[in-house]
């Protein structure tokens, strides 16, 4: 079993900037890739982005591309959301969560393709 813990939300005027970090404990070599989603009340959970380890594959959602930016560091089982230009639209609870092994890639923005999810950081983002 893998537990993720996402970190690293907070407060932010729009333009600025903030970097999430999903840590992960267990086991770790079980896993397939790692993405991230948001949710604010009363929606759904949308997909934001996801990277997957083998192949190595990174994919964003149309509203975060170009601003937000996904890396590994292998040593420490954590992947980074790089959250720059930050607009109050980008206000949610970021949760992050391991693909599921044999997901379609066509499949990665839904939240079935998905398990092991963490308990969500908060990011609220001011005009």
């Known amino acids: 079993q893998v537990q993720l813990a996402e970190s690293g939300g907070g407060l932010v005027q729009a333009g600025g900037s903030l970097r999430l970090s999903c840590a992960a404990s267990?086991?770790?070599?079980?896993?397939?890739?790692r993405g991230w989603f948001r949710q604010t009340p009363g929606k759904e959970r949308d997909f934001v982005a996801v990277m997957s380890w083998s192949p190595a594959r990174i994919i964003y959602a149309d509203s975060v591309k170009g601003r937000f930016t996904l890396s590994r560091d292998n040593a420490k089982n954590t992947v980074y959301l790089q959250m720059n230009s930050l607009k109050p639209e980008d206000t949610a609870v970021y949760y992050c969560?391991?693909?599921?092994?044999?997901?379609?890639?066509?499949?990665?923005?839904?939240?079935?393709?998905?398990?092991?999810w963490g308990l969500g950081t908060q990011v609220t983002v001011s005009s």
């Open positions: 267990g086991r770790t070599f079980s896993t397939y890739g």
């Open positions: 969560a391991d693909l599921r092994r044999g997901v379609p890639w066509g499949s990665i923005g839904t939240t079935s393709s998905y398990a092991n």
